[in-house]
């Protein structure tokens, strides 16, 4: 038989042990180029710039015949 605990867990420790189990929001920030909202440090997904600079195209995508 497996051991079995001895007494009850209390709601305040067992939310200590899932404390890090929480979702956290993104933070956005305006995009200097086109203005709009985009995740810090990452390219703008509407124009494909990123520190001043194209790094991407950005474009319709193509649809296969």
Do not use: D
């Not at 929001?25 to 990123?50: F, I, W």
Request: aromatic share 4%; hydrophobic share 15%; net charge positive.
């Amino acid at each position: 038989m497996p051991p079995v605990p001895k007494k009850k867990t209390p709601k305040s420790r067992q939310g200590k042990r899932r404390s890090h189990l929480r979702t956290r929001v993104v933070a956005t920030t305006k995009c200097p180029h086109c203005h709009s909202p985009k995740q810090s440090h990452r390219v703008c997904p509407t124009c494909g710039y990123y520190k001043g600079r194209e790094a991407i195209t950005v474009g319709k995508p193509e649809l296969p015949e």
